[in-house]
């Protein structure tokens, strides 16, 4: 399935399932690259050059959904805030990521911004195959019932409200439903080159 039939799978499913309007982006124009339009930049230089620009770490984490064994998560760099009014904020997820059909599934995800003292916590939501949330310490998100990670920075409960393409990955916005702050003394869990700092 390409990157626009998952999306719209994804707003298909939330629709179906009752959720509040998701909005759509009008399909793009689909047509045949030509050699003078190819990107002037290969992918080990762009991932070089933006290593770069620090970033927070999060773990975006939904509830199981129908059918499923336990809750979803994985970790993710690139997250950030969107809209004031309404409350909005948006992730990025690789259309081949096997985590984020259970959490479109799910209809709903809680961010959880990542202290300096969580690297591991973070390693661990990143391997796929494993029981990512085996020994991590968690509540319910108070909204989405989504797992809510023990002492991080801070939790953003959300329901997904819109989906997009945007090349390999996917642009989740999300309707903020409730959020709150852990241990504000600590720092943040920052990635820059490669590795946490």
Request: include cysteine.
């Amino acid at each position: 399935m390409g990157q626009a039939g998952m999306a719209e799978a994804a707003v298909r499913y939330l629709r179906s399932a009752g959720a509040a309007p998701v909005e759509t982006l009008p399909r793009p124009e689909l047509r045949c690259v030509r050699e003078d339009e190819r990107a002037p930049v290969g992918p080990t230089e762009f991932r070089r050059v933006l290593g770069n620009f620090a970033s927070g770490v999060a773990v975006v984490t939904s509830p199981a959904a129908d059918g499923e064994d336990g809750p979803a998560g994985f970790a993710c760099q690139s997250f950030a805030a969107l809209s004031l009014d309404p409350p909005l904020v948006a992730f990025m997820v690789g259309r081949t990521s096997t985590t984020w059909p259970r959490i479109a599934r799910a209809g709903v995800f809680c961010v959880n911004v990542l202290a300096d003292h969580q690297g591991e916590l973070c390693r661990g939501f990143a391997v796929s195959g494993a029981d990512k949330f085996a020994g991590v310490a968690f509540d319910p998100a108070p909204a989405s019932g989504s797992p809510r990670l023990a002492d991080t920075l801070a939790w953003i409960d959300c329901t997904i409200h819109a989906v997009h393409t945007g090349g390999d990955h996917l642009i989740v916005v999300g309707r903020v439903d409730a959020l709150g702050t852990g241990d504000e003394d600590r720092a943040p869990l920052l990635f820059h080159k490669g590795r946490f700092v």
